[in-house]
């Protein structure tokens, strides 16, 4: 049993690293100030929820949820991927276009840095 856990926490550390947390992780680091803690917060948030999930699923209604879900057929999971990389490609479009635009300055960024970068990291590894 605390190897299976073993287990889990570190398919949570590294799930950590997957582009949908890594992305805003950059840009919770480019924020100044405290951009360590908030970093630090996201990350802490990332790896509860991805661990609590990974053990709940295991210990809790893992497999029966996994018997009723449904299968897509191969052509519904290859045209998902195709649009959902169209979509990715536009708006890296959008993005580029915009890369030399100059940026305002923010007022009050760090007031709320540690709670608010813990629930983003949350957030985003429960959906």
């Known amino acids: 049993m605390v190897g299976l856990a073993a ?11 997957n582009p949908s947390t890594v992305g805003p992780a950059l840009v919770l680091g480019a924020v100044e100030p405290h951009a360590e803690r908030r970093v630090a917060a996201f990350t802490a948030g990332v790896f509860v929820v991805s661990t609590l999930g ?20 191969a052509h519904a999971e290859h045209l998902a991927a195709t649009v959902c990389g169209v979509v990715l ?20 960024v760090g007031a709320r840095a540690g709670r608010s970068a813990f629930l983003l990291g949350a957030g985003i590894m429960t959906v």
């Open 89 to 108: 490609l536009a708006i890296a479009a959008v993005l580029w276009t915009r890369r030399n635009r100059p940026r305002k300055p923010r007022k009050n």
């Open 54 to 73: 990974g053990l709940l699923l295991v210990f809790g209604p893992g497999q029966a949820l996994l018997a009723r879900l449904a299968r897509p057929s």
């Open 7 to 17: 287990l889990i926490v570190s398919v949570a550390a590294l799930d950590s690293l």
